[in-house]
């Protein structure tokens, strides 16, 4: 089936930038997502990108996606430390989303 | 987007017992799904909620162990039924509102402790 593969764990002080990775396998997908889960909460639809785009930029954050090599990037900007939660990546694939494991951010003062 | 309830936030429950979450969305959509996420993991699809029908369940999960209502085009419930400690989780709700853009939206999720 088809997959979604994310690093597990990210750590940027506060102010730097955090950029979080993702790659996946659907060579037909149209739509990928970044979804951020802060402790005990849901999960929140930060952005999403179209499959024909490169960059899609949204305050501080920029998505890049590189489909040649079935690869996700979410940028975060001065990352503060209520960005500390984790962060998704989530495909959809004939019809159903395909999440990564998540990235846990880490954001120390 | 949608505003999406779910009921109860958290709960404790004792082995071989059943519990029933209650998924509330503040519009009507067409597509609800119940989601699985276990400690530490990614989210698992476990069936696909459909009105006026039997759920579509995804492989590895069965009606008997997760039965699912959707009586309406705003609500669904999900049983996990006579529950072991593996079944400690969150339960996800959520819902696409037919958009192009395909994304869902999801409830805070239930989570489960089977003591």
């Known amino acids: 089936g088809e997959d979604v593969e994310q690093s597990l764990f990210l750590s940027v002080r506060e102010g730097d930038s955090s950029v979080i990775n993702c790659t996946y396998t659907?060579?037909?997908?149209?739509?990928l997502y970044w979804y951020k889960q802060e402790p005990g909460a849901g999960l929140q639809l930060l952005t999403y990108i179209f499959s024909n785009m490169d960059m899609k930029q949204d305050q501080r954050l920029t998505v890049l996606l590189n489909k040649k090599d079935k690869h996700l990037s979410l940028r975060i900007a001065d990352t503060q430390t209520g960005d500390s939660a984790i962060y998704f990546c989530?495909?959809?694939?004939?019809?159903?989303?395909?999440f990564g494991k998540g990235t846990k951010l880490s954001v120390k003062p | 987007s949608a505003v999406i309830s779910q009921k109860p936030s958290r709960d404790i429950c004792q082995r071989g017992t059943s519990l029933t979450i209650q998924c509330q969305v503040d519009?009507?959509?067409?597509?609800m799904f119940w989601y699985r996420q276990q400690p530490g993991q990614s989210l698992t699809l476990i069936a696909t909620a459909n009105q006026g029908s039997e759920a579509t369940y995804e492989s590895g999960f069965v009606i008997d162990k997760f039965p699912i209502s959707r009586p309406n085009l705003t609500f669904s419930t999900l049983t996990v039924s006579n529950m072991s400690p593996e079944d400690s989780s969150i339960y996800l709700c959520?819902?696409?509102?037919?958009?192009?853009?395909?994304?869902?939206?999801f409830g805070e999720g239930s989570r489960l402790t089977v003591l």
């Open positions: 659907d060579s037909s997908s149209t739509y």
């Open positions: 989530a495909d959809k694939s004939q019809g159903n989303l395909i």
């Open positions: 519009s009507q959509v067409t597509m």
């Open positions: 959520s819902v696409d509102t037919g958009w192009n853009t395909g994304e869902l939206f």
